[in-house]
T-cell receptor
Framework: GENVEQHPSTLSVQEGDSAVIKCTYSDSASNYFPWYKQELGKGPQLIIDIRSNVGEKKDQRIAVTLNKTAKHFSLHITETQPEDSAVYFCAPDNYGQNFVFGPGTRLSVLP | EPEVTQTPSHQVTQMGQEVILRCVPISNHLYFYWYRQILGQKVEFLVSFYNNEISEKSEIFDDQFSVERPDGSNFTLKIRSTKLEDSAMYFC?????????FGQGTRLTVV
């Protein structure tokens, strides 16, 4: 089965700084690479995703980069704000199959 | 905006009792999932459901667990004889193809 890791497990940044979280996976058949944000007491919510035919995707302050050869993809958040504080999960998968969540990264944005 | 709804939001049950967790996925979605999250830990896959049958299940999903889609709209998770270690947040998710939409979860407390 898919083995998914995330680094770092916790990350603290000052408001306005950038944050980068890396996800590595083992299944070369994975072709869909989403990032989910989980706020306290809520379910995971998709914030950005990328498909295997694209190397980078950006949506305002959030971007995802993919290196399929090395089997990793990263979440980039620029100009961080306190409301970005949450746990972030990657969940690479092969469309339609179950998707395995990474262990999560707790991001704290300090005012 | 369509959303996945789960009921109840919180369920307290005695060890050994049966519980049924209910989910209403988004209506035109094809794939349905149950995940669980023990407090402060990662989101763990339990089971996926497609075309009215289980498509994949994890080691956690043993004989004590079952899922049903009884009426074409509800998607239920039943735990036959609850154990203390079943205490967790249980999330239902549905997806049309790529992005998964999660419910807000049911917090199950087994006492």
């Amino acid at each position: 089965g898919e083995n998914v890791e995330q680094h770092p497990s916790t990350l603290s940044v000052q408001e306005g700084d950038s944050a980068v979280i890396k996800c590595t996976y083992s299944d070369s058949a994975s072709n869909y690479f989403p990032w989910y944000k989980q706020e306290l007491g809520k379910g995971p919510q998709l914030i950005i995703d990328i498909r295997s035919n694209v190397g980078e995707k950006k949506d305002q302050r959030i971007a995802v980069t993919l290196n399929k050869t090395a089997k990793h993809f990263s979440l980039h958040i620029t100009e961080t704000q306190p409301e970005d504080s949450a746990v972030y999960f990657c969940a690479p998968d092969n469309y339609g199959q179950n998707f395995v969540f990474g262990p999560g990264t707790r991001l704290s944005v300090l005012p | 905006e369509p959303e996945v709804t789960q009921t109840p939001s919180h369920q307290v049950t005695q060890m050994g009792q049966e519980v049924i967790l209910r989910c209403v996925p988004i209506s035109n979605h094809l794939y349905f999932y149950w995940y669980r999250q023990i407090l402060g830990q990662k989101v763990e896959f339990l089971v996926s459901f497609y075309n009215n049958e289980i498509s994949e299940k994890s080691e956690i999903f043993d004989d004590q667990f079952s899922v049903e889609r009884p009426d074409g709209s509800n998607f239920t998770l039943k735990i036959r004889s609850t154990k203390l270690e079943d205490s967790a947040m249980y999330f239902c998710a549905s997806r049309p193809h790529s992005e998964a939409f999660f419910g807000q979860g049911t917090r199950l407390t087994v006492v």
